[in-house]
């Protein structure tokens, strides 16, 4: 009888382990982060996995740029998802698609799907000003890094 729970738990904890399903990618380059209620923050320089395993997945992740930085889009490509929307959220859902066999599929597989916010730099004011001579002039430190 033991012999029979303990082979029992065992099947349990393997199929759980080896259940997959399709993965939603989160790839967050410089310039700002992506945030979601239910996954947290995915930083800049991050790849942040989602595993999708059921019919019930519903999340809103949204582009927060950093200072000196903007969003401008979502990018496009294959397997992305919000394509070049310039909309700072991006909504994915796939409550209410259990009897779309196609859907059912695609939650079933291995696949991998993404999203990516593209951020570009923005100028910032000057506001390290010297006065010489009755002329204001930017500190030379304001211009490290500007080619």
Sequence with gaps: ???WRVLRNLSLVFFLVTVTGCKLAVIVVEGGEVQSVAS?????GAICIHE???????????AVPQPGWEFVRWNSGGDFFCKDSTNT????SNEGT???PAIAAIIASEAT???MPIFQQVSLPITD??????REWAQPVLFLGVP
Excluded: K, N, P, R
Excluded at 40 to 44: E, N, P, R, S, V
Excluded at 89 to 92: I, M, P, R
């Design 113 to 115: 799907y993404y999203i």
């Design 52 to 62: 999708i395993v059921a019919d019930d997945f519903s999340e809103t992740f949204t």
């Design 98 to 100: 259990a009897a779309i």
């Design 40 to 44: 947290g923050t995915c930083l800049a």
């Design 1 to 3: 009888m033991i012999v």
């Design 129 to 134: 000003t010297v006065f010489a001579d009755g």
């Design 89 to 92: 959220s991006c909504t994915l």
